[in-house]
T-cell receptor, first 116, second 115 residues
Framework: DTEVTQTPKHLVMGMTNKKSLKCEQH?????MYWYKQKAKKPPELMFV???????INESVPSRFSPECPNSSLLNLHLHALQPEDSALYLC???????????????FGPGTRLTVL | GENVEQHPSTLSVQEGDSAVIKCTYS??????FPWYKQELGKRPQLIID?????GEKKDQRIAVTLNKTAKHFSLHITETQPEDSAVYFC??????????????FGTGTLLAVQP
């Protein structure tokens, strides 16, 4: 399996809802990433997990809560979002072999989130 | 922090012509430069990348050049085809030896190849 999968593909939620986005990969990658992409803009890094531990948080508001329950899964829990949080949320993963400081990031298809 | 500028923002070429997209990065410690292609409604996909110890890399119709002194890198697509039409993002990354690499993306170039 050489793909990153994400569910759901689309999500519409109200500002008081709680929902979760899910990402899965079975390539043995030990780094996983969450990006946010607004229309006609580049992906913007939110969080990075390395060996299931949070290694980078790009000052993301606490209404976004990441979780990495095991080496294949990455979740993003959403609570009390704002309409401006509507975007495409992309998950990515990459290898972390020792001695290799730069590795290709494989992206999932994304979850298109609309906050009403 | 790292900043990546990308030009042009839009590029229209005739089928068979060449296309060139240019990026400039700010952090001299950057050591990895991937290029991603994103079709409408699809995920970004890596098309080519280059490490800082290499000046040029080619893969069929696609080539990337890197000028570390000037902090410039460029994507060259030859013999363009309509299926090359997409948004192209450059990125720069600082690797930390065994740790994650943080990608900073350029603003994107919308390439339209006219048949």
């Amino acid at each position: 399996d050489t793909e990153v999968t994400q569910t759901p593909k689309h999500l519409v939620m109200g500002m008081t809802n709680k929902k979760s986005l899910k990402c899965e990969q079975h390539m043995g990658h030990r780094a996983m990433y969450w990006y946010k992409q607004k229309a006609k803009k580049p992906p913007e890094l939110m969080f990075v997990y390395s060996y299931e531990k949070l290694s980078i948080n790009e000052s993301v508001p606490s209404r976004f809560s990441p979780e990495c329950p095991n080496s294949s899964l990455l979740n993003l829990h959403l609570h009390a979002l704002q309409p401006e949080d509507s975007a495409l949320y992309l998950c990515a993963s990459s290898h972390l072999p020792s001695g290799m400081p730069y590795n290709e990031q494989f992206f999932g298809p994304g979850t298109r989130l609309t906050v009403l | 922090g790292e900043n990546v500028e990308q030009h042009p923002s839009t590029l229209s070429v005739q089928e068979g012509d060449s296309a060139v997209i240019k990026c400039t990065y700010s952090d001299s410690a950057s050591n990895y430069f991937p290029w991603y292609k994103q079709e409408l409604g699809k995920r970004p996909q890596l098309i080519i990348d280059i490490r800082s110890n290499v000046g040029e890399k080619k893969d069929q119709r696609i080539a990337v050049t890197l000028n570390k002194t000037a902090k410039h890198f460029s994507l060259h697509i030859t013999e363009t085809q309509p299926e090359d039409s997409a948004v192209y993002f450059c990125a720069a990354s600082i690797g930390y030896g065994g740790a994650t690499n943080k990608l900073i993306f350029g603003t994107g170039t919308l390439l339209a190849v006219q048949p």
